[in-house]
């Protein structure tokens, strides 16, 4: 563990960062400075700014790990190689974006410049374009069960505009065509999910995954417009609290909600194959 005159050595204001850094005006200090692959790992064990991104992803990369055992109730069941197969999607969809966190945070600051950092964030962004994808396709599979050309229609077409919008993400580096793109992903899960609601969708009428989207949405709201700390001049946010931190528990806290639909909706692909 570093101690803290060694910590504080490491750490610099706003201003004095790379222009590829400053990325919150209102987070004034609290920042490590460019750092080599050995100091980044080190930054790991004394408190900074990312000091909170780092270890609450991390959290979740083990507890979505250990949560294994909630697919043991339809697993036990199970014949169904879709359902099988859906299981082991959702599985690592919702834990490998967390561990891509953990390496962009540790790594955004290191010395490397520019271009290491723009690896860092094609991972990063790799992973959140992985569990916005992937997560989806049971939704559509099931809201569309019973319309077996739409089914395969609508899982083809989501897939084919998400490699799509992956290649755009992995090769624009302008920060507004990333939001749309992942934007134009976002109306697409609510209109399978207005569907999944409506009189013509399949599967059972749950609202997990609109609380999904909801903490989604609040969560890249309050991180883009940097709320609270925008609000709050006077009170230094720059360790806990401010918009990215929060956005930080707001998304796993949509997954877990996410998940029980997602076994909802197992047991109900479980009791249409055995009817």
Avoid at 63 to 82: D, K, T
Avoid at 136 to 150: A, G, R
Avoid at 191 to 196: D, E, F, Q
Wanted: hydrophobic content about 45%; charged content about 10%.
């Amino acid at each position: 563990m570093a101690s803290s005159s060694e910590a504080g050595s490491q750490l610099v204001k706003f201003k004095a960062l790379p222009t590829h850094l400053q990325f919150n005006p209102y987070i004034t200090s609290g920042y490590r400075r460019p750092l080599g692959t050995r100091d980044c790992m080190k930054s790991v064990c004394y408190t900074h700014n990312e000091s909170l991104n780092i270890y609450s992803h991390a959290f979740f990369v083990i507890f979505f790990l250990l949560s294994f055992i909630q697919y043991v109730r339809v697993w036990q069941y199970n014949q169904n190689p879709v359902v099988s197969l859906f299981i082991l999607i959702d599985y690592f969809a919702t834990t490998l974006p967390f561990g891509l966190s953990v390496l962009y945070h540790t790594f955004m600051c290191h010395s490397g410049g520019y271009p290491v950092y723009l690896v860092m964030l094609r991972i990063d962004i790799a992973g959140i374009w992985l569990l916005a994808t992937f997560g989806e396709l049971e939704n559509i599979y099931v809201t569309l069960y019973f319309y077996s050309i739409l089914r395969t229609a609508g899982i083809s077409l989501y897939v084919i505009f998400s490699i799509l919008i992956f290649h755009n993400l992995m090769f624009n580096n302008n920060k507004k065509t990333r939001s749309l793109l992942f934007t134009f992903q976002f109306l697409l899960r609510v209109l399978v999910i207005i569907i999944r609601l409506s009189p013509y969708g399949c599967g059972q009428k749950h609202y997990y995954f609109i609380v999904l989207e909801i903490c989604n949405s609040v969560g890249v709201v309050i991180n883009a417009l940097h709320i609270p700390e925008r609000w709050l001049a006077n009170v230094k946010m720059n360790y806990f609290l401010n918009g990215h931190t929060i956005m930080h528990f707001l998304i796993p806290f949509g997954i877990i909600f996410a998940r029980q639909g997602f076994l909802i909706d197992m047991e109900w692909l479980l009791e249409q194959s055995q009817s």
